[in-house]
Every structure is written in C-alpha cells, then in structure tokens.
C-alpha cells in the first residue's frame, strides 16, 4: 500500500501561483512513477503531469506545458508541481497518484491514463480567479 496526501492549495488569482506538493509514505517510493491529474466540476479527470520513478521523464499535457513543472525528491518520499502562470482554466481538485512503475518504457505507454494508476490522494483544491 501507498498513502498519498496532497496540500498546498488554495485560491489565486489569474496569473499567480501555487505550489502542490504529495507525501508519499508505505512502499518503496522510488519504484513508484508518480503523476498529476486534475478534475473540474462536470468534467472527466483530466492528465496533467507525470515522472518516471527515477525522474529521468517527464510528460506534461499541452494545455500545462511551459508553466506547469513537476519534480520529486526519492529520499523525502514527496513529489512537487509547481504552477505558474495560472488561468481561471486551471480550477479543478488536483490529484496525486502513484503506479509501480520501474520500466520507464512501459510508464511511457500510459502515463496519460488515470486508470492505470493504483494509489490517488484525497485532493486538493486549486482556484484561479479572473
């Protein structure tokens, strides 16, 4: 089992930013690829970033691309996204979720699906005022 836990987010206006960091405690953290998804009143979860458990790739939907950035840190178990330049579009509940994933091949097949992936934190809201 992993447990995941989201925080860091909070109303902002359009072009601010927000930093959303996932705790990640129970197995090995560094076996785990680790991704961002985001869900809108009405709408379907939605990809938003991921990166391999080494971190050696990193995949970002266009619509994030340039403004969005994604890191973790192994040896604290945690996983950040940084966002700026933020639009009232990007107002959604933004999830962490992890996959056991030590082929970095195999994740690049489906890094985009949230089916996919086993363990989601609880969510965090993020709003963007215009």
């Known amino acids: 089992q992993v447990q995941l836990v989201e925080s860091g987010g909070g109303l902002v206006q359009a072009g601010g930013s927000l930093r959303l960091s996932c705790a990640a405690s129970?197995?090995?953290?560094?076996?785990?690829?680790m991704g961002w998804f985001r869900q809108a009143p009405g709408k379907e979860r939605e990809f938003v970033t991921a990166?391999?458990?080494?971190?050696?790739?990193?995949y970002y939907s266009d619509s994030v691309k340039g403004r969005f950035t994604i890191s973790r840190d192994n040896a604290k178990n945690t996983v950040s996204l940084q966002m700026n330049n933020l639009k009232p579009e990007d107002t959604a509940v933004y999830y962490c979720?992890?996959?056991?994933?030590?082929?970095?091949?195999?994740?690049?097949?489906?890094?985009?699906?949230?089916?996919?992936?086993?363990?989601w934190g609880q969510g965090t809201q993020v709003t963007v005022s215009s």
């Open positions: 979720a992890a996959d056991y994933s030590p082929s970095d091949r195999l994740f690049s097949t489906y890094y985009f699906n949230y089916a996919r992936y086993r363990y």
């Open positions: 129970g197995r090995t953290f560094s076996n785990y690829a």
């Open positions: 990166i391999t458990w080494s971190g050696g790739s990193i």
